[in-house]
């Protein structure tokens, strides 16, 4: 049984390690633009990522679905989205994440709403809007970002990038 044994062993060694390798580089995403899309005057646009940064989890698909981030391993997960618009001194710039909200804007207090960032933009240089939250999510779940302006002329984004990364179970 010696051979028994150290099979064993290695069972456990082997999974220790698979155990480490998932703690030091966790499910994650981090999604950004090729191009910045033009955001309209006074309306709430879905937004479809095309560049993956990272991605080990297999959690975005630039040719299916690309607005969702699709969660494949459940647990609790840090959500950033940062938006930054061009300079314009008129108006609001608005940045909203919901989970399984089907493309339709979830409004804060539905089940669907994750988190918002709202602000009056008061002067000529770019504005950000940014959210950061942690989430508990199950596999299947699906988050979206959503945009909004209303500055009476279309705008563009400077940055734009959403960050998913597991932090426990």
Request: with cysteine; net charge negative.
């Amino acid at each position: 049984m010696v051979g028994g044994g150290s099979h064993q062993c290695g069972d456990a060694q082997w999974a220790f390690a698979r155990r480490l390798d998932f703690l030091l580089d966790p499910p994650g995403c981090h999604l950004t633009f090729t191009a910045f899309p033009l955001f309209s005057h006074n309306t709430n646009t879905l937004l479809s990522w095309n560049s993956e940064v990272a991605d080990n989890d297999t959690m975005h698909s630039n040719a299916t679905n690309p607005s969702h981030v699709v969660i494949n391993t459940a647990g609790l997960y840090e959500v950033s989205v940062n938006l930054s618009f061009e300079p314009n001194s008129t108006g609001r710039r608005v940045v909203m994440v919901g989970v399984n909200t089907n493309g339709v804007v979830p409004a804060p207090g539905a089940s669907t709403f994750v988190a918002q960032d709202n602000r009056q933009h008061a002067n000529s240089g770019s504005c950000s809007v940014a959210v950061g939250v942690v989430e508990p999510l199950a596999v299947g779940d699906y988050l979206q970002v959503w945009a909004y302006q209303d500055s009476g002329a279309s705008l563009s984004l400077n940055e734009a990038a959403i960050v998913v990364r597991w932090a426990g179970d």
